[in-house]
């Protein structure tokens, strides 16, 4: 919002320099884009008196002019533009001025003929080619009125000015306007804020009614419709003051109707519009949405498609313009208009949102009206347009206006204690402080002591609850005065048991050299199918975006391996010889259709941490899921199931020297830092895996996941090729069974005995059966088993494998003999060839 800073001195009396005017809105909650300087510069740039201007003599698009500068004798000027004329008063640059653009003038020759200067355009002046009033867009700077000859020219047009660009967040509305701003400077200064005068002489002999009729048929989408009529009117260009306010604040003047509503609009920050009332067919205004399919033409000359629930204004026979938006071209005030409708209306901000989102039409006025404007405002500002044209004399105001209103209810005060105001800002403000800072801000403030009741100002939309009234005490009262306290209590925060465990196993990981990942939770569905990941599970139930940036990023994940495996095979195709990561991260899986009670489509946000659903009929009748990624909290509107989110981890390595029983290897080390000791199953059925060479991973009899050899189809998918082996754990089950206690044992005194046992067995035999068996028959005095060998080979024999462990026998309560650890051994010989059919191989 560019607000000059001489229009907010109108309003209110400042007498302070622009650094301390915006130190002090800054700490007053006021933020600033920046601040820029008209004028600034300029030196050596006069006003000229054109005395005569003639063609060139060796050009037919040049002319000379001779100028007239001040106490110097008058100058001969070469230039381009066409619109020179004699007696025209121009911006000229004299030799040896700079423009702001940094062109420095000097004496010149054109095609044999000197020229002493240059005559500007208001572009060439520093103003940017969008606020140039039309009138002068194409040629030199034609200035209207009289001027001394030679004197400053930004002295001269005020335009010597500061302009204040003020960024204005979406829950202030009513700071978008000059007189906004300058509430919030009077509160600021704690001055008094002088309005404008909108009285205005009802002389006219006629009224409204009989020139025009109103009809809101959506009252929910028009609140308040008001339309003024002018007569005899006069389209000329608008007085410079007015140009010059307009085009310091961001707009081009046009004519002198058309910048009196952008004045307006500037000013009280209400949107207006005028129409011609000739082409108002039937003297009637109706206010309905538009027909489905409807194509209507705008100002700006495009024809637009309209939907069902865009809101037009219509007269009897056709529609004349889009609500809120823009006016229509059939309706466009012209040169000869001498009857004008003037439309002051108040719309539904999030209709008026809508119709500019589906048009791709953004403008001043909508912009204002989807951020909320109060109904009350309206006649304000269309009595100041009143007031504005017979100050301009561009016509005569007809008595009365055509007001379609129901009113609003009495708004409901704020109650506000004095004592949560000092416990929330940490301060000792009075309540009579408080309230002086709220009456400055133009609020209605009644009770005493440490209750307060607060009427906000029919403008502040925004108030609504005890703590936004905190905090307009505490930005009028300064923030840079609040002292500086603690937050009370003793809360102590402590990570969470599945985070800390999640922490515990990469710090685990990372000790045995795996890399940490981290990839994308939006991923393509065609991703299951590539790592040949099968159906059973839940693995297809995905959650859907509704409308994803593309395929590969329309569903989030189900499973962490297809994501692993790209990492792993855009390593291999960059030629890394060897690599071993990891990743800890989210699954999703929505809940089955049945369950679900008919969710079918999901809506994500990335920005908080709580995810909840709700069934939107009214928006497009189906249900939907809110969902965010970043926290574990979910709640619903209509006890809807909504989808699982569980921590997965995934892992893989491939290079020289690695196999299945180092990736196993790490998951018991892994396992171990939890005190958990899982049990391994082979497992042949498992399609991303190579046959005989996977095995999946139970605790207490819960399947928790699986690991082995990347099937060599999937690794081709991928571009790995080399073995690789790779893995997935559902980590909540981990550490929902995870022992961390550490139990304190003493160093044994007794020395051990070791045997080492080697078996050979049929291979469907698992070491896991035979280390059971050891186990239950060692008696109390083994103490640990351990499998340190696997052989296949000719001397074995087809069909049979040679497993070989290591066992250490020791007692607590003295040294053992042999004979006592060779009894213990013949015995768990004697129940291994009995149960499992066990040999014991001659090494």
């Given at each position: 919002m560019l607000v000059p800073l001489n229009w907010i001195k109108e309003y209110v009396d400042i007498d302070a320099g622009i650094d301390e005017f915006c130190e002090r809105m800054i700490m007053s909650g006021s933020n600033l884009e920046g601040v820029r300087t008209y004028g600034e510069g300029l030196h050596k740039i006069v006003i000229g008196k054109v005395l005569s201007v003639k063609p060139h003599e060796n050009s037919d698009h040049l002319v000379v002019g001779l100028v007239e500068v001040g106490a110097e004798a008058p100058v001969q000027i070469v230039t381009g533009a066409q619109n020179v004329t004699?007696?025209?008063?121009?911006?000229?640059?004299?030799?040896?001025?700079?423009?702001?653009?940094?062109?420095?003038?000097?004496?010149?020759?054109?095609?044999?003929?000197?020229?002493?200067?240059?005559?500007?355009?208001?572009?060439?002046?520093?103003?940017?080619?969008?606020?140039?009033?039309?009138?002068?867009?194409?040629?030199?700077?034609?200035?209207?009125?009289?001027?001394?000859?030679?004197?400053?020219?930004?002295?001269?047009?005020?335009?010597?000015?500061?302009?204040?660009?003020?960024?204005?967040?979406?829950?202030?509305?009513?700071?978008?306007?000059?007189?906004?701003?300058?509430?919030?400077?009077?509160?600021?200064?704690?001055?008094?804020?002088?309005?404008?005068?909108?009285?205005?002489?009802?002389?006219?002999?006629?009224?409204?009614?009989?020139?025009?009729?109103v009809e809101v048929k959506n009252p929910e989408l028009c609140s308040r419709y008001i339309a003024r009529v002018v007569t005899d009117v006069k389209i000329e260009q608008s007085p410079w003051w007015m140009q010059k306010r307009l085009m310091l604040a961001g707009m081009r003047p046009i004519n002198n109707i058309v910048d009196i509503t952008n004045y307006v609009l500037l000013e009280y920050g209400h949107p207006l519009h005028a129409f011609d009332i000739r082409t108002v067919e039937g003297g009637?205004?109706?206010?309905?949405?538009?027909?489905?399919?409807?194509?209507?033409?705008?100002?700006?000359?495009?024809?637009?498609?309209?939907?069902?629930?865009?809101?037009?204004?219509?007269?009897?026979?056709?529609?004349?313009?889009?609500?809120?938006?823009?006016?229509?071209?059939?309706?466009?005030?012209?040169?000869?208009?001498?009857?004008?409708?003037?439309?002051?209306?108040?719309?539904?901000?999030?209709?008026?949102?809508?119709?500019?989102?589906?048009?791709?039409?953004?403008?001043?006025?909508?912009?204002?009206?989807?951020?909320?404007?109060?109904?009350?405002?309206?006649?304000?500002?269309?009595?100041?347009?009143?007031?504005?044209?017979?100050?301009?004399?561009?016509?005569?105001?007809?008595?009365?206006?055509?007001?379609?209103?129901?009113?609003?209810?009495?708004?409901?005060?704020?109650?506000?204690?004095?004592?949560?105001?000092?416990?929330?800002?940490?301060?000792?403000?009075?309540?009579?402080?408080?309230?002086?800072?709220?009456?400055?801000?133009?609020?209605?403030?009644?009770?005493?002591?440490?209750?307060?009741?607060?009427?906000?100002?029919?403008?502040?939309?925004?108030?609504?609850?005890?703590?936004?009234?905190?905090?307009?005490?505490?930005?009028?009262?300064?923030?840079?005065?609040?002292?500086?306290?603690?937050?009370?209590?003793?809360?102590?925060?402590?990570?969470?048991?599945?985070?800390?465990?999640?922490?515990?196993?990469?710090?685990?990981?990372?000790?045995?050299?795996?890399?940490?990942?981290?990839?994308?939770?939006?991923?393509?569905?065609?991703?299951?199918?590539t790592a040949r990941i099968p159906e059973e599970g839940g693995t297809r139930d995905f959650v859907r975006l509704i409308n994803p940036l593309g395929e590969e990023n329309s569903v989030m994940r189900t499973v962490l391996l297809p994501n692993l495996l790209e990492v792993l095979g855009r390593n291999y195709s960059r030629n890394i010889e060897a690599a071993r990561a990891f990743e800890i991260g989210n699954t999703f899986r929505m809940a089955p259709a049945s369950a679900a009670d008919g969710i079918t489509a999901a809506a994500l946000s990335t920005s908080g941490g709580v995810v909840s659903a709700a069934n939107d009929t009214a928006a497009n009748s189906l249900p939907t899921v809110a969902l965010s990624t970043s926290g574990g909290v979910v709640s619903t509107a209509d006890d809807a199931e909504l989808p699982k989110e569980r921590i997965s981890m995934s892992i893989g390595l491939y290079g020289n020297g690695v196999g299945f029983f180092t990736l196993k290897g790490a998951l018991e080390t892994l396992f171990g830092t939890f005190g958990l000791t899982p049990e391994y199953r082979a497992e042949r059925d498992a399609p991303t895996y190579h046959p005989g060479r996977c095995a999946a991973v139970y605790l207490d009899g819960e399947r928790i996941g699986t690991f082995g050899e990347l099937h060599p189809d999937a690794a081709r998918r991928y571009g790995i090729g080399v073995r690789c082996y790779v893995g997935e754990v559902d980590m909540e089950s981990v550490a929902g069974k995870a022992d961390v206690m550490r139990y304190y044992r003493p160093l044994p005194k007794y020395p051990s005995v070791d045997r080492d046992m080697a078996l050979v067995v049929d291979e469907e035999v698992t070491v896991r059966e035979l280390t059971d068996v050891i186990r239950s028959h060692g008696g109390k005095i083994l103490e640990s088993v351990k499998m340190f060998d696997v052989y296949r080979g000719k001397q074995i024999g087809e069909g049979k494998k040679s497993v070989a462990f290591n066992l250490v026998y020791r007692s607590a309560e003295r040294t053992l003999t042999d004979e006592e650890a060779a009894l213990e051994y013949e015995k768990t010989l004697t129940a291994l060839s009995e149960k499992l059919g066990a040999v014991l191989r001659d090494i």
């Open positions: 004699e007696g025209a008063y121009v911006p000229v640059a004299l030799v040896g001025s700079v423009l702001p653009d940094g062109l420095k003038i000097k004496k010149g020759r054109l095609r044999g003929v000197d020229s002493y200067g240059m005559m500007c355009s208001a572009q060439e002046l520093g103003f940017d080619d969008k606020v140039v009033p039309i009138a002068h867009k194409d040629g030199i700077w034609l200035l209207e009125g009289e001027y001394e000859p030679g004197t400053d020219f930004a002295e001269a047009v005020g335009l010597r000015n500061d302009v204040v660009d003020f960024e204005i967040t979406p829950n202030r509305p009513d700071c978008l306007s000059i007189i906004g701003m300058a509430r919030e400077a009077a509160a600021t200064f704690d001055k008094k804020l002088r309005l404008p005068d909108t009285r205005v002489n009802d002389a006219h002999e006629k009224k409204a009614s009989d020139f025009i009729s009637k205004i109706i206010v309905d949405t538009a027909e489905e399919g409807e194509k209507f033409v705008t100002l700006d000359g495009s024809e637009r498609l309209m939907s069902g629930d865009t809101l037009m204004i219509k007269d009897a026979a056709k529609p004349i313009g889009i609500a809120g938006v823009m006016g229509g071209l059939n309706s466009e005030i012209q040169n000869d208009t001498e009857t004008i409708l003037i439309e002051c209306a108040c719309f539904n901000s999030d209709c008026i949102r809508l119709t500019s989102k589906k048009l791709g039409l953004r403008t001043e006025a909508s912009a204002r009206y989807e951020k909320g404007i109060s109904p009350e405002l309206a006649k304000e500002a269309a009595d100041r347009v009143c007031a504005l044209i017979v100050l301009l004399g561009a016509g005569r105001v007809v008595s009365g206006a055509v007001d379609i209103y129901a009113g609003q209810a009495a708004p409901e005060p704020i109650k506000l204690r004095v004592s949560r105001v000092n416990k929330v800002l940490g301060g000792e403000m009075s309540g009579a402080l408080i309230k002086s800072y709220l009456e400055r801000l133009e609020m209605k403030v009644a009770g005493a002591g440490d209750s307060l009741e607060v009427l906000p100002h029919y403008t502040r939309l925004d108030l609504k609850e005890e703590v936004d009234l905190i905090e307009e005490a505490a930005r009028i009262h300064g923030y840079d005065k609040l002292g500086v306290t603690l937050p009370g209590g003793g809360g102590i925060a402590v990570k969470p048991r599945s985070r800390s465990l999640c922490d515990a196993a990469r710090g685990a990981l990372t000790g045995m050299g795996y890399n940490e990942i981290q990839t994308y939770s939006f991923v393509s569905p065609k991703g299951v199918e």
